[in-house]
């Protein structure tokens, strides 16, 4: 095999086989250097599979478009192969190993006749670090390569700190022929493999992302006694320098990029709050020493929702890809060689290409210029509220987890839980409408537990399990748990919150809460806060307002139980008997 950059026979024999099925003309090895990372964009540019945008104006950037059917992750094509079906749940698609490694070999032979096979050793977490996890990604894309050297440690390093040990995840990933009706997304977690064909899109294709760092490391974190979720964690600054933090779990595009980076409004800047950014999509928590959780982002860059990305909105995400970013499925300006999308500005260019690639000028109002699942791939130190604690291989300790979604009527702005396991109950019985980010239709309310129905590698009935058990390990140090909705709407259905950084008034009377500094009321649902100890002064929001946004409607939650009702009969004997018990208190409270 063509300089290899390990001598580890595990890693060798298994790139033997995975080459001998694919076939690659050649093997190339990913050392992480400027150089070969420069000719790799160099070819990708002169096959057309990037486009160099302008230098002046966004130096080291490109875009690509996908294929028109290959936009977003395949929810239904997306499979947990574990040898009992048990083990992947009511909530996964599954399959016998045995049955799929034998209609992926189909699949697999031979796709890689007439290309390159890079092999690209990442790492998530800080390389070398006792949490840091490894994984070695195949594929014949370079869009793939330079993505996952964004999103993750790539290089010569991992390698040499992976030594001899067969302790390593294996991505393999073919283009093939982009074919949706063969598009498989397959994750082996017994075999800690993970095969994906058929897609060139970030979350199907990336493997160390949604693949590796949420459907992997959730079956290890349950046996080795951590957690991998799907969440931001940012730091609160107050004026007195103090900084507390939080991990919060919302659905695909609902908000966790946005958070994570978010600039407080105008008066709090001044008194001295200020949030920082550690990770705004995956986090990986354990015990610390101190017996609380930590957690720490796993990931090395940010793959963001373009769309409603603005110097309003999130200032922070823009800046972060200013430089060395890689955008996917958003208008090219031909004028001056940038890029646009829908809510970046009021003018779109008037002599561009659209995400398909057709040309586009901006007044054509039933087509989209950008795809509504556009992204960036940007390099976390591009970010100018990235946290110094980014680095840290422990983490960060959490005062507060959040869940939140989409619904534009039910969850009120804010509510606290009772202890741990209320809020399980209440992540579990998390509800939330569908985005662009996955195929399917858009705006429909599902449940979605922890904001991890389409990541968790498990019986997600043992994954609440888990969760508990983690509330018995952390006593008295757990967290408080929390849920917010910035997504309320009015008759018109306009949000009538705010949102982004606004935001922080809510998190400030979080943190009040978690350090025992403001009251609450107790209602059937959790604690909610007085409409007067959130803070509306300059916000555009009275106080009416806002106690229609917290106003807690009991006969839509007597729906609601219901409808969580007959999501946990899905899971017979694997839903714990304390999520029961929830659910049978609520409705008492309720009634
Ligand atoms: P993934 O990367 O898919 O996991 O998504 P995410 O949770 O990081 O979502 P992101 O922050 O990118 O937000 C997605 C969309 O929600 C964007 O179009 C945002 O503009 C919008 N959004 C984010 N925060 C708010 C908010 O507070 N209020 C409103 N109304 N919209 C928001
Ligand atoms: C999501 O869909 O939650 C994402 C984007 O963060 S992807 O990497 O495609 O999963
Ligand atoms: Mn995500």
New binding site residues.
């Given amino acids: 095999m063509a300089l290899a950059l390990t001598e580890n026979t595990a890693i060798l024999n298994w790139i033997d086989e995975m080459a001998a099925m694919t076939q690659p003309d050649q093997i190339v090895w990913i050392d992480g250097s400027q150089a070969q990372l420069n000719a790799l964009r160099a070819e990708a540019v002169a096959s057309g599979e990037l486009e160099k945008l302008s230098e002046e104006k966004l130096p080291g950037c490109y875009l690509h478009r996908t294929a028109v059917n290959d936009v977003a992750r395949v929810e239904d094509r997306t499979y947990i192969c574990s040898r009992r079906q048990e083990d992947a749940g009511p909530t996964n698609n599954w399959m016998a190993p045995d049955e799929m490694y034998a209609k992926l070999k189909k699949l697999y032979t031979a796709s890689m006749k007439g290309r390159t096979m890079y092999v690209i050793p990442y790492s998530l977490g800080v390389v070398g670090s006792p949490f840091a996890k490894y994984g070695i990604e195949l594929t014949d894309s370079i869009y793939v390569v330079l993505n996952m050297n964004i999103m993750t440690r790539v290089g010569r390093q991992v390698l040499d700190a992976l030594g001899d040990s067969p302790d390593y995840v294996k991505g393999l990933h073919a283009k093939a022929d982009v074919d949706p009706e063969n598009r498989y997304i397959v994750h082996f977690p017994e075999d800690n493999t993970i095969m994906s064909v058929n897609s060139a899109y970030g979350g199907n294709v990336l493997l160390g992302k949604k693949c590796f760092a949420l459907r992997i490391a959730s079956a290890q974190g349950r046996r080795e006694g951590w957690m991998a979720e799907?969440m931001?964690i940012l730091g609160i600054q107050n004026p007195k320098g103090e900084v507390h933090y939080l991990a919060a779990a919302?659905?695909?595009?609902?908000?966790?990029?946005?958070?994570a980076m978010l600039i407080p409004p105008a008066r709090y800047r001044q008194q001295g709050w200020k949030v920082w950014c550690v990770g705004?999509?995956i986090a990986w928590i354990r015990v610390g020493e101190d017996g609380r959780l930590w957690a720490m982002n796993p990931e090395y860059g940010f793959?963001?929702?373009a769309?409603?990305?603005n110097e309003k909105?999130?200032p922070n995400a823009l800046h972060t890809t200013q430089k060395d970013t890689i955008f996917t499925n958003v208008v090219r300006n031909l004028d001056d060689n940038t890029v646009w999308w829908e809510?970046l500005d009021k003018n779109p260019p008037k002599n561009a290409v659209d995400w398909k690639g057709n040309p586009w000028d901006g007044t054509v109002s039933a087509e989209k210029g950008a795809h509504p699942n556009s992204r960036f791939t940007a390099p976390a130190k591009n970010c100018p509220c990235l946290s110094p604690e980014f680095e840290n291989p422990r983490g960060v300790p959490l005062s507060a987890i959040v869940f939140g979604g989409r619904r534009a009527k039910t969850a009120p702005l804010v509510y606290q839980s009772f202890d741990w396991e209320h809020g399980v109950f209440v992540g579990s019985a998390m509800a939330s409408e569908t985005?662009a980010?996955a195929a399917g239709a858009v705006g429909v309310v599902r449940r979605d537990p922890m904001a991890m129905l389409p990541f968790c590698g498990y019986n997600m009935g043992d994954y609440w399990q888990h969760w508990l058990h983690m509330g018995t390990v952390v006593t008295g140090r757990a967290p408080k748990i929390f849920h917010v909705n910035?997504?309320r709407t009015d008759d018109e259905g306009h949000?009538i919150?705010p949102?982004?950084g606004e935001?922080l008034r809510v998190l400030v009377w979080i943190m009040k809460r978690c350090f025992d500094e403001v009251g609450a009321d107790e209602t059937p649902i959790g604690y909610l806060p007085k409409p007067q100890d959130i803070d509306l002064e300059d916000s555009g929001v009275d106080l009416d307002t806002l106690k229609g946004l917290l106003n807690v409607d009991t006969e839509l939650w007597k729906e609601e139980a219901a409808g969580i009702r007959a999501f946990y009969s899905k899971f017979g004997r694997t839903l714990p008997s304390a999520l029961s018990a929830q659910l049978d208190a609520l409705e008492r409270r309720l009634d």
């Fill in positions: 799907h931001l919302f659905p695909s595009a609902c908000g966790k990029t946005n958070l705004d999509d793959f963001g929702v769309p409603g990305t909105s999130n809510g985005t980010a910035w997504f949000f919150w949102g982004f935001n």
